[in-house]
């Protein structure tokens, strides 16, 4: 079976290997993990690598608050296998800043209030991260008024269309805004 | 969740021949769907094929324009992917529209084309492992009829379930009449979309005609020219990152005030992607009129059944439809 990477043969289920061991690029370095096939990209990263930024609120894709980002994307984590990332570039809340410079997004959310309890944050930093390369990549959305032409404001109806798979219990959410413009509009990411 | 051996197919073939050789095996896409049932103990495979690492294709992305105008999209193809293709947005903007209002970014990253198909109902009852239900243990019974069921079928149900098919996409793919590319251990066929989900009868826990060891290989989308004006509207609980209670599908073609090519399907109303042959054949020839309209939405909720909570559904279909297809002949119906 030369086409299959495979981790474990699947012709001997009767006496499977409960582990398997991967390598993950996370934040720039190469992390390699024995894990079952069944660990959440979330518990890989919290539980195995004590990457704790990125946190754990519904664990069935509905609050956003594992949010992190693969090969640049915003991704749920918690819905995620560790074992299918295996090759991909993954970015924490912990890899968005350099040199112990916050990135603008997180200064943004400072600057803006954009949190209370600060649960929510990391995912939501993340979102807003991947939703602004998403904007700028051209990607409507369903407030968009017409998909075939091209859009040019990001609104702040766009906004928290773009932003409804983050959850904030605290309701945060006119900071948030706020700091997703501030970080946009200071061209930083451009 | 249950431990599983886990395998990384790099080609169809390879996907295909690991699934034949084990019973209890699923394919995994983006997981957004998989992933949580199994953590709920409702899906319990042994063995789990990852196929999104299959290959997309080349420049083009996954996503190929055929010579006569007509798309095909490669299974393990993002959602958003689709979602932002730019010919997607200008031939089949109801496409695009229709994934934009289903889950979330997040969710729309992960998902994938194949995936979003063989999404498995949403029905709170199927997700509880206490409660009664023919889809998750057949001919146990539903807790559904006769239960909170506000989310649930008005059109096609049976008594052994009331469940509706969650995703938006497919009911866009309905109104375009999508076919489905499988390749199985027999070899490869096409399913029309319109024979691709089931209705449930008295098995509902058969939701597709894919035979087990076949696997969703791409999408072709067929050339319409009036899809061009075409639009969806879902109606939810709130503004965004909701299951539909009811979803519209439409793409129209005017021709001097008689409407001459027409395309319907509706969402969150039955146990699959319901394709609305009634009001499309009331409405092809007829006046461009809101009393066509209104006319063609009676004639395909006439056989609609409520089961308490959403009777509600019918009258909100009914006026979805006249509304939605009201607006695309105003604003770009007319040839």
Redesign the interface.
């Known amino acids: ?1 030369a ?11 009767g006496s ?1 290997s ?1 582990t ?1 061991d991967i390598a993950l690029q996370i934040n720039g370095a190469t992390h390699a993990l024995r894990i ?3 660990v ?1 990209l979330l518990d890989a990263l919290r539980e195995y690598l004590g990457l704790t930024g990125t946190k754990k609120g519904c ?3 509905a609050c ?1 608050a594992c ?1 992190v980002l ?1 090969n640049g ?4 984590s918690c ?3 560790a ?2 990332y295996e090759g991909a570039d993954v970015t924490t809340v912990e890899g968005l800043g350099v040199d112990g410079t916050l990135h603008p997004v997180q200064a943004a959310f400072i600057e803006q209030d954009g949190f209370q309890c600060g649960y929510c944050t990391p995912g939501q930093i993340c ?1 807003a991260v ?2 602004i390369r ?1 904007f700028q ?6 407030v ?1 008024k ?3 032409v091209s859009i040019v404001e990001l609104s702040e109806e766009e906004i ?7 959850l904030c219990r605290c309701g945060a959410y006119v900071g948030i805004c706020d700091a997703i413009r501030e970080a946009f509009d200071s061209g930083v990411m451009k | 969740m249950k431990n599983f051996a886990y395998s990384r197919a790099e080609t169809v073939e390879g996907a295909v021949g690991l699934i034949a050789r084990n019973a209890n095996a699923k394919f995994l896409g983006g997981g957004t769907n998989l992933v949580d049932l199994m953590r709920e103990n409702i899906e319990q495979p042994d063995a789990v094929i990852d196929v999104t690492h299959l290959s997309v294709g080349g420049i083009d992305g996954g996503i190929i324009e055929l010579p006569d105008g007509g798309l095909l999209i490669r299974a393990s193809v993002r959602n958003s992917a689709v979602a932002n293709n730019p010919l997607v947005r200008e031939r089949y903007p109801v496409l695009s529209q229709a994934i934009l209002f289903g889950a979330s970014g997040q969710i729309r990253n992960m998902a994938t084309t194949g995936g979003n198909l063989m999404q498995r109902t949403r029905c709170h009852y199927f997700y509880d492992g206490t409660a009664r239900c023919n889809k998750r243990t057949p001919d146990s019974g539903c807790d559904a009829i006769g239960g909170f069921n506000r989310m649930h079928a008005i059109l096609g149900a049976s008594d052994s379930c009331i469940a509706t098919h969650p995703s938006d996409m497919c009911v866009a793919l309905a109104a375009l009449d999508a076919t489905v590319h499988v390749q199985g251990a027999r070899g490869e066929r096409t399913i029309p979309f319109a024979a691709f989900h089931r209705l449930p009868g008295n098995t509902p826990h058969e939701e597709t005609n894919l035979r087990s060891d076949e696997l969703i290989t791409a999408i072709h989308l067929p050339p319409l020219a009036f899809a061009k004006n075409s639009r969806y509207r879902k109606i939810r609980d709130r503004a965004s990152y909701a299951f539909a209670l009811v979803s519209v599908a439409v793409a129209l073609e005017i021709f001097a005030g008689t409407i001459t090519g027409v395309r319907l399907a509706l969402g969150g109303v039955a146990h699959k992607p319901w394709r609305a042959y009634k009001a499309e054949n009331t409405m092809l020839r007829a006046k461009a009129s809101r009393e066509t309209f209104e006319r063609a939405a009676k004639a395909e909720l006439s056989d609609a059944r409520g089961y308490g909570h959403n009777n509600f559904k019918i009258e909100l279909a009914k006026r979805t439809i006249v509304s939605v297809v009201t607006e695309l002949a105003e604003a770009g119906g007319v040839r």
């Open positions: 079976m086409e299959l990477n495979s981790v474990i043969d699947l012709r001997e289920i499977p409960p398997v079952e096939p069944r959440s664990n069935q894709g956003g949010t693969v994307e915003r991704t749920l819905l995620g296998l074992v299918q979102s991947g939703m998403e990549n051209g990607m409507p959305s369903a968009t017409d998909v075939s928290k269309e773009r932003m409804s798979g983050n």
